[in-house]
């Protein structure tokens, strides 16, 4: 499982040009499901998501979480992130996990986010969506469960 995760001054998903989902400040969560990922990856991977300390302090060091600075998280289903660019210059993407399966993963993955904090708002599993962000530094980081 991945996550590309921004620290964000705001992000929005349109879907058909209708705003579906929008936080202000907080992180912006695109996540890649892959084969053979689990449940207890999905939930290891939430924790560490919400604990990143990416936001400034008082003193202008990343100290703080999501939740202490009472920040929204938007999460986007993206299984791009899967993809394999090993060979040739057009990506594969045997190793991202069916939809069928993955869904239920992407959502377990939200439920778990919005236990540990507020503000949660999601993309549509397998939408067309336009994603909107204004990257906070710009910070990105990405966390993968093989390497959490």
């Known amino acids: 499982m991945i996550a590309l995760i921004q620290?964000?001054?705001?992000?929005?998903?349109?879907?058909?040009?209708?705003?579906?989902?929008?936080?202000?400040?907080?992180?912006?969560?695109?996540l890649g499901i892959q084969v053979g990922d689990t449940e207890k990856e999905a939930k290891k991977l939430a924790q560490k998501t919400v604990a990143l300390r990416v936001f400034d302090d008082d003193n202008g060091d990343m100290n703080l979480d999501v939740k202490s600075i009472e920040g929204g998280v938007l999460i986007v289903p993206n299984f791009t992130l899967a993809a394999d660019t090993s060979r040739g210059n057009r990506p594969g993407f045997s190793t991202a996990m069916p939809p069928k399966e993955a869904e239920p993963l992407f959502g377990l993955f939200t439920e778990e986010i919005r236990a540990l904090t507020k503000g949660v708002q999601t993309g549509v599993f397998g939408a067309d969506m336009q994603v909107s962000l204004v990257n906070d530094g710009p910070i990105t980081i990405s966390l993968e469960t093989k390497n959490t």
């Open 7 to 30: 620290r964000v001054s705001r992000a929005s998903v349109d879907i058909n040009e209708k705003e579906i989902a929008a936080i202000s400040s907080g992180l912006m969560v695109l």
